[in-house]
């Protein structure tokens, strides 16, 4: 998670909230989580170095597959469920996000916008797929494989009945107006929290 | 031991034992007037007595966990690689305890000791003791120590399901409580094999009914039959291949070379049969596998692990090695599963590893890391 991208996720959630990482790496925001907001955090990861690292900053991790449907997690198991720049990555990112929204009350995602203008310039004007600093790997060997837009993913909640509470975006420092009016063309990711549809 | 002793290693240990002159009474009803446990402690209590960490062994292990018994002891304790100074359970920080369960042969009151109503060994008539009571039995020894409660309850494979046990038992003495390579309960296929190793010792014609100490024998060809299906299922197959491969034995095929084993692999296992053979009890074998099989976490919650769990106060490492298809990692993620949804806090990892079973015991990078940055919760900050 980017600075930005933390900043944003942090001012969302209620302090003492009960929170599940996805993804949660070497548990740096569980750890913020816990010291800025007195949350108690639980992280996922599936890589053993990543699991280590956690451990080790007195976080509680589960060793698993995001991709094998999360089924240890119960409904309504925790207030809030975050999977911060790791949508692109899952084999069923629809699946994943009923899961989410099934075991928190609530669930921030946060994503690269495959829309921004530089993605599209980049694929309009030179033929390529598009890379950057953000998104370094070629086509063939990137973790990502399920990339989105912001409308997407907009339209993805709506036929999953998944309600938006609130959207951020981040932008360059040029375009943080334009990201917000047109987040689908200057944003270049976007947050958001959601929630199941009359929960 | 080396002329010099490893900075990481606690050194020479020396066991105690522990006399408890209160009668004690087994799940099955049974009594001991008296009895002894022999343990042996790492590291200092401190005064607030919040630094005691409880090591509970598997199936033949023995309280000797770390460091060496004598100058010219060529192996350390059974758990060396975990306990010591600057290790996952840091000596330097916590005291550790490890006893010998009640039944066992390595020097607490067991089937090779005497019955004080008869003067001859109890043999056979040892009863039948179950994983609650050894609990039980370690939580008098605890009051015995002078520690109020454990920072820590950790064991492996049978260790590991003791452990469990505990947290479940006595919920306020346990304040974390590492399983490894356990299982809520065993399977048909687990109570097989040791079905199978209590049949080789039964069928021994020296097993004497269980009574061969009277009769000046020992039933070491059972035993040794049973320790080779035992063994064998504590090593993952890649393991073995890996190990020992086609490998045929130095003078295999020689000229005059009769022997009638070739390959390496049969030389291991019959080596580690003989071994053990001479060194652990038959009786104890029997009732270990025993106390295995009868282990069920659930029980008394009728079948309902999650409401067994529930009693808990421990926060909890589960770890599975991922090879183990003695308790493989299934069995491990329901322990982690039922734990999550009694709402108990749980780190759990499946340590990758050709090991097998004995996965717990052996040296693996991630597996060593893992232990020494969650074990640093454990006790006073």
């Known amino acids: 998670m980017n600075r930005l991208d933390l900043k944003t996720v942090l001012a969302w959630i209620t302090p003492g909230s009960r929170v599940l990482d996805l993804g949660c790496g070497d548990g740096t925001f569980l750890a913020r989580l816990r010291e800025e907001r007195g949350a108690h955090g639980v992280g996922v990861d599936i890589d053993p170095e990543n699991l280590i690292a956690s451990v080790s900053k007195g976080l509680d991790v589960v060793q698993e597959d995001i991709n094998d449907g999360l089924h240890c997690f119960t409904t309504n198991s925790f207030d809030v469920v975050v999977l911060a720049h790791a949508l692109q990555e899952l084999t069923h990112p629809h699946i994943a996000l009923q899961r989410m929204v099934d075991i928190g009350d609530e669930a921030i995602v946060s994503f690269p916008n495959f829309g921004h203008w530089r993605c599209r310039a980049h694929l309009g004007l030179k033929g390529r797929m598009p890379m950057s600093r953000a998104m370094p790997r070629h086509w063939y060997d990137t973790p990502n494989i399920h990339f989105c837009t912001v409308k997407d993913f907009e339209s993805l909640c709506s036929e999953l009945k998944i309600d938006i509470v609130e959207r951020a975006t981040i932008a360059g420092p040029a375009q943080a107006l334009l990201g917000r009016w047109f987040p689908n063309l200057f944003a270049s990711s976007a947050i958001y929290r959601i929630r199941r549809a009359g929960a | 031991m080396s002329e010099t002793t490893p900075s990481d290693s606690v050194g020479l240990v020396s066991p105690h034992i522990a006399k408890c002159d209160t009668p004690f009474t087994f799940t099955n009803g049974a009594v001991l007037s008296g009895h002894e446990l022999v343990y042996e402690t790492y590291g200092e209590l401190n005064s607030a007595g919040d630094n005691a960490v409880l090591i509970c062994h598997a199936l033949s292990g023995s309280h000797h966990a770390a460091g060496f018994h004598s100058g010219d002891d060529r192996r350390p304790g059974w758990w060396d690689l975990a306990i010591g100074p ?296």
Request: glycine share 10%.
């Open chain 2, 86 to 381: 600057g290790k996952p359970i840091d000596t330097e920080r916590l005291f550790v305890v490890c006893s010998n369960n009640l039944g066992c042969c390595d020097g607490s009151s067991g089937p090779n000791t005497l019955n004080p109503d008869t003067g001859a060994p109890w043999g056979g008539g040892f009863p039948q003791p179950q994983v609650k009571d050894w609990v039980r039995s370690q939580k008098w020894l605890a009051e015995y120590l002078g520690i109020p409660r454990w920072a820590a309850v950790i064991g492996g494979s049978l260790g590991g399901m003791q452990a469990l046990q505990w947290a479940i038992d006595f919920p306020d003495w346990v304040e974390n409580c590492v399983a490894l390579a356990a299982a809520p309960g065993l399977t048909a296929q687990n109570i097989a094999f040791n079905e199978i190793a209590r049949h080789a010792i039964l069928s021994d014609p020296d097993w004497c009914e269980g009574n061969y100490l009277a009769q000046g024998a020992q039933p070491t060809r059972g035993v040794a039959l049973a320790r080779m299906v035992g063994h064998l299922t504590y090593m993952s197959a890649d393991g073995m291949s890996d190990r020992f491969g086609r490998e045929l034995r130095e003078d295999s095929f020689a000229p005059g070379d009769n022997a009638e084993w070739v390959f390496q692999v049969e030389s291991y296992l019959r080596h580690q049969g003989s071994r053990f053979s001479t060194q652990f009890d038959a009786n104890t074998y029997v009732l270990m596998t025993r106390a295995l099989d009868l282990f069920d976490l659930a029980a008394g919650h009728n079948g309902d692990l999650i409401a067994a769990l529930s009693n808990a106060r421990a926060n909890f490492l589960v770890a599975s090695f991922s090879s183990d298809w003695r308790f493989p990692p299934q069995r491990s993620i329901e322990i982690r599963d039922a734990l999550m949804a009694a709402g108990r806090p749980v780190t759990y990892a499946n340590i990758e590893t050709d090991n097998g079973h004995d996965g717990f015991l052996l040296p693996n990078l991630h597996y060593e890391q893992l232990l020494k940055g969650w074990m640093q919760r454990v006790g006073p900050s």
